[in-house]
């Protein structure tokens, strides 16, 4: 029987705002709800990906620090959701997924920070693609506005469109 994991206590924030997660993340080997949303771990996903594929309502992916978003990239177009754990803070693989989902393979859906996330990377996460963070904060609103006013000037050229100081320099 596969385990169901949905913690109520800690807000999804997305877009800047306080959302309902319309997704149930489900661990184990076996039975899948037969309905909603799920975010299922890579095991799970190759064992059970022609099960996963025929169902109608979305499906997610979560990757543990050490796996590699190579090895969904030929199923991404049937994903809504990739989502990319932090096991602590001091853990930055994930940025590097991120970044990888969003320009190297094109990935449109919804890219999701799990774990130890915190208010000091939320600004970095949100560069290199992320755009949910399931984060564990008294007030995340105010943490994301924090995070967003930290810095506004970037070096590095990102996906996110935000113009660079060499690009400010040119004109």
């Known amino acids: 029987m596969a385990r169901l994991r949905k913690d109520f206590t800690v807000p999804l924030l997305k877009n800047g705002k306080i959302t309902e997660d319309a997704f149930t993340r489900v661990t184990g080997e076996t039975d899948f709800p037969s309905t909603g949303a799920?975010?299922?771990?890579?095991?799970?996903?190759?064992?059970?990906?022609?099960?996963?594929?025929?169902?109608?309502?979305?499906?997610?992916?979560?990757?543990?620090?050490g796996e590699s978003p190579s090895e969904i990239a030929d199923d991404l177009g049937n994903?809504?959701?990739?989502a990319?754990?932090?096991p602590a803070f001091s853990d930055g693989r994930?940025?590097?997924?991120?970044?990888?989902?969003?320009?190297?393979?094109?990935?449109?859906?919804?890219?999701?920070?799990?774990?130890d996330v915190l208010l000091e990377q939320l600004h970095f996460m949100s560069r290199v693609g992320f755009d949910s963070f399931v984060l564990d904060s008294e007030d995340p609103v105010q943490e994301w506005l924090i995070a967003q006013d930290d810095l506004?000037?970037?070096?590095?050229?990102?996906?996110?469109?935000?113009?660079?100081v060499r690009q400010k320099r040119r004109g």
């Open 84 to 86: 990319l754990d932090f």
């Open 38 to 65: 799920l975010i299922v771990d890579l095991t799970s996903w190759q064992e059970h990906r022609s099960e996963l594929l025929g169902r109608a309502d979305p499906i997610g992916i979560e990757l543990a620090a």
């Open 94 to 115: 994930a940025f590097s997924s991120a970044r990888l989902l969003r320009e190297r393979y094109h990935f449109k859906g919804e890219v999701r920070a799990v774990g």
């Open 79 to 82: 994903l809504s959701l990739v």
């Open 152 to 164: 506004n000037l970037w070096y590095q050229p990102t996906e996110d469109g935000r113009i660079t």
